[in-house]
């Protein structure tokens, strides 16, 4: 039974000392394009600037009931490039992540007057920008569970 432990608690620290996944594609451009996305692992990608991934959803009405939506996913942009600091004399390039996004969906503010309506997500966690949150709780459960049972 020790050993079952010890092989679980390895693999939860093995898992954490790899950078986050998260599902990558861009309709704007044809290498990884959203259009076949299939949540397979050409669509996988290691965020190592990043803690976050990001969803974009943007909608266009035509009118006449007819909507165009995209999608965009990634990793979260968290870093700026070119910013440098001064370590003993010389320069050197930073390259610091900052958590400036809430871990939530909103509606972009500037499309108020747009026919065109984009919905920003970020989220944490592997490859979160692709099922909806409430999928993924229920299979934290479940893996928590299975664990319990296994343990006693």
């Known amino acids: 039974m020790d050993l079952v432990a010890s092989l679980l608690t390895f693999t939860m620290f093995w898992k954490l000392s790899w950078s986050l996944q998260c599902y990558t ?9 959203c259009m076949a996305f299939d949540y397979s692992h050409k669509y ?3 965020c190592n600037k990043s803690t976050m991934c990001f ?5 266009l009405e035509f009118g006449d009931g007819l909507t165009s939506h995209t999608v965009s996913r990634g990793c ?3 870093t700026t490039s070119g910013e440098q600091r001064k370590v003993n004399g010389k320069w050197y390039a930073v390259k610091d992540i900052y958590e400036v996004y809430d871990e939530t969906c909103s509606e972009d503010p500037s499309d108020a007057e ?5 919905i920003h ?3 944490r966690g592997e490859l979160c920008n692709s099922a909806d949150k409430m999928f993924r709780n229920i299979l934290a459960i ?3 569970a ?3 049972i296994v343990l006693s």
Do not use: G, N
Request: charged share 20%; with cysteine; hydrophobic share 25%.
């Open 25 to 33: 594609c861009d309709p704007e451009h044809t290498f990884q394009t």
């Open 44 to 46: 996988m990608t290691q």
């Open 55 to 59: 969803k974009r959803i943007t909608s």
């Open 76 to 78: 979260a942009p968290q």
């Open 114 to 118: 747009r026919s065109t309506k984009t």
């Open 121 to 123: 997500c970020y989220c």
């Open 142 to 144: 479940i893996a928590m």
């Open 146 to 148: 299975v664990t319990l």
